[in-house]
């Protein structure tokens, strides 16, 4: 298994970003995807999920209205649209899936700052 993020970078407060992890190493479309963040000196934290069949899962309230999460199945490809980004949004962005262990890609570090 293996996960590989993208697309973090720097942006300005109420600056966009997307986010893709590209899946490889079992069959993705049959498995729920979930991206997690990590900021620094904090612990890793849930964000937002997506069932195999497309539908969004729970997102953390600090998120909602602002983070949209789809995938591809035909490119393995899972994406996090982040709009209206927060300072309070800086962290390493982790994409996962559960296998009977759980998988990480690197992370993707996403800041948000003047």
Do not use: H
């Amino acid at each position: 298994v293996q996960l590989v993020e993208s697309g973090g970078g720097l942006v300005q407060p109420g600056g966009s970003l997307r986010l893709s992890c590209v899946a490889s190493g079992f069959t993705f479309s049959t498995y729920t995807m979930r991206w997690y963040r990590q900021a620094s000196g904090k612990e890793r934290e849930w964000v937002v999920g997506i069932t195999s069949a497309g539908d969004r899962i729970n997102d953390v309230d600090s998120v909602k209205g602002r983070f949209t999460i789809s995938r591809d199945n035909a490119n393995n490809t899972v994406y996090l649209q982040m709009n209206s980004l927060k300072p309070e949004d800086t962290a390493v962005y982790y994409c996962n899936v559960r296998r009977g262990v759980e998988f990480w890609g690197q992370g993707t570090q996403v800041t948000v700052s003047t």
